[in-house]
């Protein structure tokens, strides 16, 4: 039997299950931190990213600059863009930015911080723009499951970012480290928990592909639940 054909198949036994619904006050294995277990549980997975793709994909941008580019999350409704000091390189580049749907946007940068591997950029149009709501990342521990987005290099800018979904491996201080697979260009794109809430942005590669390195966005629970980001490196990155 041809790949193809296995993949149609396999689909096809997976679309008969996608409407098992949980029972009453039952979790999903994801927002209890363990691995899926049987074909159910796959089919829970693959249906909190299809609902959750759409937002992530709003929130996420294509980061470009004259030497390379990378990704970037929408963090603020006036336009701020968080990403990796790494991708931007310098204050005084010319930062052009790429959303889901197509549109080009000029952007300013704001400040980078190279020894925390993190920078913010302004978009330069006045409107409201979909942002990506904050969660505390002290809450996130070994097991728990996330989502990553971003603009990899082998993906044009004009579509929307690739979704993965992964788990974290560890956190220490300012890091946290998920087995969620990146390659280049997904550097400062976004690290979103399983109800689609920002717990991190991309940093780098670790020693294996799996080995992914994101810089945990510290903050308390209580400015989370008001969309306020207390500490980023000792910058307050939302208003």
Not at 67 to 85: C, H, K, P, W
């Amino acid at each position: 039997m041809s790949l193809r054909v296995k993949h149609i198949a396999l689909m096809g036994i997976l679309g008969c299950f996608s409407h098992l619904p949980l029972l009453a006050n039952e979790k999903a294995f994801f927002d209890l931190g363990q691995p899926p277990r049987n074909l159910s549980d796959l089919v829970q997975l693959s249906d909190r990213l299809v609902r959750l793709a759409p937002y992530t994909a709003q929130r996420t941008v294509a980061v470009r600059q004259s030497e390379g580019r990378g990704s970037g999350v929408i963090v603020s409704i006036d336009g701020r863009v968080l990403t990796a000091a790494h991708v931007i390189r310098d204050i005084n580049r010319d930062i052009t930015l790429t959303t889901f749907d197509g549109i080009e946007l000029k952007a300013q940068v704001l400040w980078l911080d190279t020894t925390l591997d993190t920078g913010m950029l302004k978009i330069q149009r006045d409107q409201e723009w979909p942002h990506a709501k904050l969660a505390c990342s002290s809450n996130v521990r070994p097991g728990t499951w996330c989502i990553a987005t971003g603009h990899p290099k082998t993906n044009a800018p004009s579509t929307s970012p690739l979704i993965r979904a992964g788990r974290v491996l560890g956190a220490v201080k300012d890091r946290i480290a998920t087995d969620t697979v990146l390659t280049h260009g997904d550097s400062g794109g976004p690290l979103f928990d399983m109800n689609g809430k920002l717990i991190g942005i991309h940093s780098r590669i670790g020693p294996r592909v799996a080995d992914s390195i994101h810089i945990c966005l510290l903050y308390t629970s209580d400015a989370a639940d008001e969309g306020l980001a207390v500490d980023l490196g000792g910058r307050r990155i939302i208003k």
